[in-house]
């Protein structure tokens, strides 16, 4: 969507909400503390009911298609499932990417999965605003595809600009191949958007903070929001609690959680305060 007389608009969205009870009680405090505007609820979460019950303004779905188990019957998603661990969904993403590029998943079946985790969400009592999916898959056309029409089944009236601007992606330091890898994927952000205005489904001008991720301290979101320009835009972010049940969970980002939380405690608030940005979340759209 486009800037409002040069404004700043900002979503800070959390992804992996109902991983555990720790990154559910971060969520949670970072919404009371103004830090947080929204946050993605992951449908397979071990803590999904948690979550549920402990939602903020803005909740979408996080759509999970690599890692964990699918919530609908297997029989019905079966190019989506680990050859390897029977019931469970890929746990390498650069395994499902290859199979998708090879077109050994099915676009329907995807579409099932979607449908079945936003509609998980809704039966809680959920209102749902948006959409993304884990790790980003919706980035490639065919699971954009997929997930659009998902949505559109299901009333989702917004969906993540998964693509990270150049601007951004220079602010963070270090993280070479992760930058390389976001601006090689930006090779699909026409496609996607093409695919978005037929669905009539609502986004930002992009994500920022994605080549941050696992980096996301105090002074890389100061950059950001030093430099961050006139525009629409979310902030993708992951923050939680170190704690024992993250212990039990598959996932490479640990301390940097904690690192997250107090970066956005620190930096959101004042930053709101200071009237250079205004917050939102997808509703606004």
């Known amino acids: 969507m486009p800037s409002i007389n040069g404004a700043v608009r900002l979503i800070i969205n959390a992804d992996d909400f109902g991983l555990t009870e720790g990154v559910n009680r971060a969520v949670s405090e970072l919404y009371a503390a103004g830090a947080l505007t929204s946050a993605t609820l992951m449908a397979n979460g071990q803590a999904f009911t948690d979550a549920a019950s402990s939602i903020g303004p803005g909740v979408g779905c996080h759509i999970v298609l690599v890692d964990g188990t699918p919530v609908s019957p297997i029989e019905q998603i079966p190019s989506l499932l680990d050859a390897g661990h029977k019931g469970n969904l890929r ?14 998943i099915c676009e329907r079946e995807i579409e099932i999965e979607a449908t079945a985790q936003i509609r998980r969400l809704q039966s809680t009592g959920v ?57 090689a994927l930006r090779h699909f952000q026409q496609s996607f958007q093409q695919v978005r205005r037929a669905a009539n489904l609502r986004t930002t001008d992009g994500s920022i903070g994605v080549s941050a991720t696992g980096k996301l301290n105090t002074a890389a979101l100061q950059r950001l929001i030093d430099n961050i320009p006139p525009g629409t835009w979310e902030l993708v972010c992951h923050p939680g609690y170190n704690d024992k049940s993250l212990d039990q969970i598959r996932t490479r980002l640990r301390s940097t959680r904690d690192i997250e939380r107090e970066a956005l ?11 250079n940005i205004q917050l939102i979340n997808f509703a606004d759209l």
């Not at 746990?91 to 050994?104: E, I, P, W, Y």
């Not at 595809?145 to 299901?154: E, G, L, N």
């Open 91 to 104: 746990n390498s993403l650069a395994g499902f990417v290859t199979d998708l590029q090879r077109g050994k």
């Open 127 to 183: 209102r749902v605003t948006h959409i993304d999916t884990h790790k980003h898959t919706h980035l490639f056309p065919r699971v954009a595809r997929a997930i659009m029409r998902a949505a559109i089944t299901c009333g989702i009236p917004a969906i993540r600009n998964p693509f990270e601007q150049a601007w951004s992606a220079r602010l963070t330091r270090g993280a070479i191949v992760r930058k390389l890898e976001v601006a």
């Open 265 to 275: 405690l620190q930096l959101i608030p004042a930053a709101a305060r200071s009237g």
